[in-house]
C-alpha cells in the first residue's frame, strides 16, 4: 500500500538535516549511560567516553581521507572557519598577512576575512564566472610573496556549484601556501580525500549530514606541511591546545556516526539524488523562463537553485513555503531581503536573482514529493504570472 505523502515537504536540505534514526540511537547512550567527561583519565567513565571520541576522529578521518590525529572537534563550521583563518593569520603573520578567498564563499568565511582586514590582513576577493567557477589563472596571479592562505569553498552552500579543488591545491602546494576548504556542504555527498585534494585544512559539519546542531570538526595537516593554528578559544589545552572546552561527545559521536554512514551509502545516495534533482529539474524548468544558476558545471547531486522571471520578489518563496519548505539561499542570511551575494557573483540579474529558490534535496526526499513539488510549483508560477 502507498504511504499518503506528509505535507509540509522538506527540501531545505543545504540549510539542515534531520538527525539519522542510526546516528541517534548511537548518541543516546552518551547523554545518560555513558555521560563521563573525556578529559577524566581517572575513572571507566572518562575512559568509556574517551574511546568513544577516539572512534569518532578514526570514522571522520576515514571519510576524509586524513588520520585520526588530524580532527580537530569545534561547536560546527562556523567555528571551524574562524579557528582555521584567523589561526592561521595570527600563527603566519610573520611571513605575511595576505589571504586570499572568492566572492561566493559562505558569510562565515567573508566576515571572517573582513575581521582580519580590521587587524591589518590583505585579502583579495577572486570573482567567479556565470557558473561560479573561480579563475585559476586569477588565483596564481593573486599569491603575493606574502600570501599565507587561499579560502576557497568545495562546493557552493546555495547552487551546489564544486569548485576546481584539486587543481587549487596543487597551485597552493606549488606556491607553499596554506589551503583552506569550506567543505560543510560536499562532505559526505561527493568523495574527498585531503591527501589528493592538496587542502591543509578543511570543515565540516554534522548537521548537514544527518547529525545533530552543534557538533563540528576541522581537519588539520600533520605533515608535509605541519599546519600550526593559534587557538580561538583558550582555556585547558584541549584539543592539541588548538581548541579548549569539555567535549561534547555525545555530538562526537553522533558526528562519527554520519561520517560513517555517508561513507557506506554515498554511492547508492548519489545515484538516487542525482535522479531526484534531474526530475525535478526536468519538471520545474519546462515552464517558460525558468533557469537552472550554476547548471552546467558539476554540481553536487543533490541541490539546484532555479531563477523564476516574471514574478514579484519573495511572493513565489511565500506561496511554495506553506507547503514544501525551501529557501532563497543561505539559511545564515535568510533574514537579509537583499539578493544572494552568490548569484549577484554570478552576473544573475538582480530581479532574477531575487526570484530564485534552492531546493535542497536529502536521504529521506521520496520519488511521490518530487512529483507534488513539480505540480505545486507549475501551479503556483502560473498563478503568479496572471
Known sequence: ?????????????????????????????????????????????????????????????????ATAEEVIFTSGAT????????????????????????????????????????????????????????????????????????????ANNETGVIQPVETIGRIAKEKAVLFFSDATQAVGKIPMNVEKNGIDLLCLSAH??????????????????????????????????????????PGIVALGKACALCEQRMDEETIRLSMLRNKLEAGLTAIEEVNINGGNVLRLPNVTNLSFSGIKSNRLLTEISKTIAVSSGSACTSANPEASHVLKAMDVRDTLARNSIRFGLGRFTTEEEIAYTISTVTQIVASLRK
Open 208 to 249: 548537514k549530514i544527518y547529525g545533530p546542531k552543534g557538533a563540528g570538526a576541522l581537519y588539520v595537516r600533520r605533515k608535509d606541511p605541519r599546519v600550526r593554528l593559534t587557538a580561538q578559544i583558550d582555556g585547558g589545552g584541549h584539543e592539541k591546545g588548538m581548541r579548549s572546552g569539555t567535549l561534547n561527545v
Open 79 to 154: 567555528e571551524a572557519v574562524n579557528l582555521a583563518i584567523k589561526g592561521v593569520y595570527e600563527t603566519y603573520s610573520s611571513k605575511g598577512k595576505h589571504i586570499i578567498t572568492c566572492v561566493t564563499e559562505h558569510k562565515a568565511v567573508l566576515d571572517t576575512c573582513r575581521h582580519l582586514e580590521r587587524s591589518g590582513a590583505s585579502v583579495t576577493y577572486l570573482p567567479v564566472d556565470r557558473h561560479g567557477i573561480i579563475d585559476l589563472n586569477a588565483l596564481e596571479q593573486s599569491i603575493q610573496k606574502d600570501t599565507i592562505l587561499i579560502a576557497v569553498m568545495f
Open 1 to 65: 500500500m502507498q504511504q499518503k505523502l506528509q505535507l509540509p515537504i522538506y527540501l531545505d536540505n543545504n540549510a539542515t538535516t534531520p538527525v539519522d534514526p542510526g546516528v541517534l540511537q548511537a548518541m543516546l547512550p552518551y547523554f545518560t549511560q555513558h555521560f563521563g567527561n573525556a578529559a577524566s583519565r581517572n575513572h571507566s567513565f572518562g575512559w568509556i567516553a574517551e574511546e568513544a571520541v577516539i572512534i569518532a576522529r578514526e570514522q571522520i578521518a576515514s571519510l576524509l581521507g
